[in-house]
């Protein structure tokens, strides 16, 4: 544990090292001092904003599995998501998964739909993550489009498009799933070769039986909600700017929108795209407002972070601590008139 722990943590320095040459690339020499200077000019006040638009930003995330996993309801899906979120961050895989799966039989509810609804979930934000630089490219209203700008929002719609079918195809043909998992195992084996491709296609199969319904009921609203996530977490990062005395006058909503969603896809890269999605965003913002704002935005930019990362960590330790106290509570809750257990203890 300690040496996964190390060596993950080195993967977080050299991760942290690559960023730094990321915004020396884009943006030039940081003035961190005066980055330090606005850091500690902002009024603390701003943070409650942040912080609510951050608690807004998780439910529309956890609203999706409302819809694929019938019975879980909001609340327990934000606990379900927040939790995941910290295990999947603090400890080795699949600790995430150990922790999804023990919540879902808590509250009496099959693991196996619990996971396909998290899968459906996870497909889903595929398939918007790589939709948002087409929404960014329509904030920029009238202005002529670049060729790398063209060349991104094509990659990005097409990567969505695939993720859209596959999940439609998974979930309508038996013969589809299977050759999906086939292919999918065929390119683990090249890193891993103990994959044994019929077993993949087997699960995938199965999981196309257990998701049809939900999928069908749930696709469409669980993609617009989804959007709705996003610009949640824009208006935090556009909340950040404004609150460091970037106005209008030099960032206009739709230029930062604009920067903000064409940014977006990189949040797959690890750790949301830690430090690589925020050179580029700052890089962006700066073009547009001009260098004597770049301290202003980097400042904006750690805010955001720290709200979005740190934020939702402590929300995933409390949604952990309440989760413990009422299945604490249920196990201990006396037995019904009939002798039988009580609702939620399980057998």
């Known amino acids: 544990m300690l040496r996964r722990r190390t060596v993950k943590w080195a993967i977080g320095l050299v991760l942290a090292w690559f960023a730094y040459q990321a915004v020396q690339q884009l943006v030039g020499a940081v003035d961190w001092a005066a ?26 995330n956890a609203t999706p599995l409302t819809y694929f996993v019938e019975g879980l309801g909001l609340v327990r899906s934000v606990q379900n ?6 295990f999947g ?25 619990g996971m396909t609804g998290v899968s459906l979930n996870s497909t889903a934000f595929y398939v918007i993550r790589f939709a948002m630089p087409v929404l960014g490219l329509l904030a920029l209203g009238g202005r002529e489009l670049e060729v790398r700008e063209w060349i991104l929002a094509g990659c990005c719609t097409l990567a969505a498009v695939v993720c859209l079918v596959a999940l439609l195809f998974v979930a309508r043909s038996d013969r589809f799933a299977a050759l999906v998992g086939r292919t999918a195992a065929r390119a683990v084996a090249l890193a891993r070769r103990s994959v044994d491709p019929d077993a993949w296609a087997d699960y995938v199969v199965r999981l196309r039986a257990s998701a049809g319904v ?28 404004r609150a460091f005395g ?49 301290p202003d935005l980097v400042a904006a930019t750690l805010v955001w972070r720290f ?32 002798g039988g257990a009580s609702a939620g203890t399980l057998p």
């Open 89 to 113: 961050t603090i400890a080795p895989p699949p600790a995430d998964v150990v922790v999804r799966v023990q919540m879902f039989r808590s509250w009496s509810l099959d693991p196996v739909f």
């Open 214 to 241: 939900s999928l069908r009921r749930g696709l469409v609203p669980s993609l617009l909600v989804l959007v709705a996530m996003v610009l949640a977490d824009g208006a935090i990062a556009f909340a950040s700017v």
């Open 35 to 60: 980055v330090g200077r606005a850091l500690t000019g902002v009024e603390v006040w701003v943070f409650a904003p942040l912080v609510l638009l951050l608690v807004v930003r998780q439910a529309l």
């Open 81 to 86: 998501d927040t939790v995941a979120n910290l």
């Open 246 to 294: 970037v106005g209008a006058d030099r960032l206009p909503l739709l230029a930062f929108l604009s920067a903000f969603l064409l940014a977006y896809p990189l949040t797959l890269l690890p750790l949301f795209g830690f430090g690589v999605l925020d050179a580029v965003l700052v890089g962006s913002l700066t073009t547009v407002a001009g260098a004597a704002a770049e």
């Open 307 to 338: 709200v979005t990362i740190a934020g939702t960590l402590v929300l995933g330790a409390l949604s952990l601590a309440v989760w413990r106290l009422s299945r604490r509570t249920r196990d201990h809750a006396p037995d019904d008139d009939d």
